[in-house]
């Protein structure tokens, strides 16, 4: 490999959000010349890979609404019209919440919204929810422990039956397999960009460049094996923006956290094994995605594996840091022990006694008002803060970022749906805060 | 020190802002214990003394207009009608802006707010510039190396006359000398907050506390000698704020980069002490503080020891990171000598040849909007982000504080100003983004 080896793009990160963009980018600019880095040694093995890839178009601000409800139809057209299988399941998604939480003015709003933009949902009161999941303990009065966990009862559930769960590794595998077929350019792995190249436009030639009377932008990225450059770096890095954002100066606006995904298996456990074969929300004749009141718990079934992935939602305890999931080889099984299992077995007491079989953690990358930032600055396409949902924003995402790379105002959504450009840029952002995070 | 000891407030961070709310908070709750905790020797001795110390009233946002204005009002009380001397000297504000900054909206929309606001300002063109400024170089045509720095000539000159400098070390001596006579504990110094201390609320005495399900708050702080307690923590801790709060997973949304001051001194350089002694601005008779059209490179005139600070706002390129003044004793010596310096000589020639004889550096926190944060959060009360006018606005700052530690919906300000005191917080922020920012 030369040190100078030169694209028109280099995208830094093969996950989800940076294989999509792969290929709308060379799908619209097929004359470009696209070199696809990642650090792993296959594309979607970092926090994609990590992620619960569920999906769902239940958000409150219009922004997120749009983003997902878009990417899942493209989806469902891919699964169901091209017949490429993303083990895409419509499990739907269901929010069990206490009457003060149902009550909420964000609750409320929540769902006028929804109704207003067309998302389809149902509400079930506390008896439909108790013959529809027997399992579910609804009534902690008496609950000395429940109490003490802050734990509220489960009034409400908000169910939305166009939500479900997908296979990553297959989305992945579709973008890139597509990107495959129309790029010259061997992607490349097992390459990590160390940092960002920073230059001055135009260059001078003397020593210390870029000085602060310079115009700068980032001509390309440093590896082990030296620079590659590029007319427009794209970062589609998550959880790790910072690492390569803050080096030279650029704030992401956002910031990472370890999230953790725990393994159980339902065979010999009547209580959980049942949960798996709820009837009644959707053809697929199981428990939805489901969301806990409290603690931010939620499980998602695995209906083909007859298990649980549970997961959880951490506030303020976690750090915010600079993430890698190679580092987090270390699963916390004292936090499954004593604060997720807990909370999971206090609302679902088929979980009593479920051990992980399995687990895992990635990161997180979280923006202030919870939608994600896709902008051009300096030489530099960003994609990132999806806040827990890149998976499901991803294809909406990429056709931004190749709107906003064309210099487009508008980009063009699946289903023909226009959103301006720069809608998730920094400088221009035009979003609601979303008050519908996991 | 007894590890067990314990406060109502805890003040982490003796600079401007720490002292003023240590003040407010004493004087409107006299029966509370308050401890002022510094890692420095002495009060005001880290970023604040690493300022450019310069106030002004000019603004874009009404907010940050508010903030200043009230502040400023409150220097020159304490100086004026009070009779304690603050170094406050009226040398004016002067921003040197080419016809393209001075006709875009930007600017235009900056001098409307200041009209309907009252704060009072002047416009010059070139001719007056440069009658009242004869070394300013006001003509860039003809020359090449003006041009490959992408310098905007000065064809205008927008003049505050409310503006000017202070002292800081007088301006923290002054609140840390009133709160002293009001608060019986002796605040401490040369100790240094390693960490927050989260705990469960109520705590349950379990190991590994706390659980993602306790409610969970900050109880105090963790040093070398121990742990102190307190019921609020205020972090008045600027530049190093993620230090504290990243690692309890609150994200603060500020980011800190290192900002220098370069000291000239201007005997025997007849150009420099012309620009001193101009006359026409303020009754100083001296050249105002001012900002250059391009790269950022402003001047601090120092009338009494006869020369000037020089500094630059650094913007891509220079890196963000966790900031401590003492980590800065490299002074950059290249960064005058390539970026700041061929600026400065070539708007104003009479600084030919200057070279500094002294310089420092600091940390300088930003926030995404320019408005600085106050807010209270899980026993925490930030005041942070202040985007280099810490100085300027501590007083009302540390005003808003204080009328949040109090459960009050507004804060009233020097003058009666009344403000909602949830204006700076995060979560009901109510402030337009400030474009103008040094």
């Avoid at 169901?80 to 499990?91: A, M, R, S």
């Avoid at 936090?335 to 206090?346: F, Q």
């Amino acid at each position: 490999m030369s040190a100078e080896e030169s694209f028109d793009i280099i995208i830094v990160g093969a996950g989800v959000i940076g294989v999509a963009a792969a290929y709308y980018l060379q799908k619209n600019s097929p004359e470009k010349k696209i070199l696809l880095l990642d650090r792993m040694a296959m594309a979607g093995q970092a926090n994609t890979a990590m992620s619960a890839a569920a999906v769902r178009n239940m958000f409150a601000s219009s922004t997120n609404q749009m983003l997902t409800d878009t990417s899942i139809k493209y989806f469902e057209h891919v699964q169901n019209d091209i017949g490429y299988e993303l083990l895409f399941e419509k499990t739907g998604y269901l929010w069990l919440l206490s009457e003060t939480q149902f009550k909420h003015e964000s609750v409320q709003n929540w769902m006028k919204r929804m109704k207003k933009s067309g998302i389809h949902h149902e509400v079930y009161d506390k008896k439909q929810l108790k013959e529809m999941i027997p399992g579910l303990n609804v009534d902690f009065s008496d609950d000395e422990e429940a109490e003490l966990m802050n734990l509220q009862e489960a009034d409400y559930g908000l169910f939305g039956g166009d939500c479900g769960v997908l296979d990553p590794t297959r989305l992945v595998e579709w973008y890139f397999e597509e990107f495959k077929k129309i790029c010259d350019i061997k992607p490349r792995f097992n390459v990590n960009v160390e940092s960002l190249l920073l230059e001055a436009d135009p260059k001078l030639d003397l020593p210390g460049e870029p000085y602060v009377w310079q115009k700068k932008r980032v001509t390309g990225v440093k590896t082990k094996d030296g620079i590659i450059r590029a007319d427009v770096v794209v970062l589609a890095t998550g959880a790790w923006t910072n690492e390569l954002l803050d080096p030279i100066g650029m704030d992401s606006r956002t910031k990472a956290k370890k999230r953790h995904i725990y393994v159980l298996h339902a065979e010999g456990k009547p209580g959980m094994e049942e949960l798996l074969d709820t009837k009644g929300f959707s053809d697929m004749n199981t428990i939805p995605f489901t969301i806990l009141p409290s603690a931010g718990v939620y499980f998602r079934p695995q209906v083909q594996e007859r298990g649980f992935w549970i997961g959880c939602g951490d506030k303020v305890g976690r750090r915010y840091d600079y993430i890698q999931p190679p580092e987090y080889d270390n699963p916390e099984s004292a936090y499954y022990e004593n604060s997720v299992y807990p909370v999971l077995s206090k609302y679902f007491p088929g979980f009593e006694g479920a051990r992980p079989v399995g687990s895992w953690a990635g990161g997180y990358s979280y923006s202030p008002d919870a939608i994600p930032f896709v902008y051009y600055d300096c030489g530099v396409l960003v994609l990132t803060g999806a806040s827990g949902s890149g998976i499901m924003k991803a294809d909406a995402m990429a056709r931004i970022a190749d709107a906003l790379y064309r210099g487009e105002d508008e980009a063009e959504l699946f289903g023909e749906k226009k959103i301006p450009a720069q809608t998730l840029s920094q400088k221009e952002r035009k979003v609601e805060v979303e008050s519908v995070v996991i």
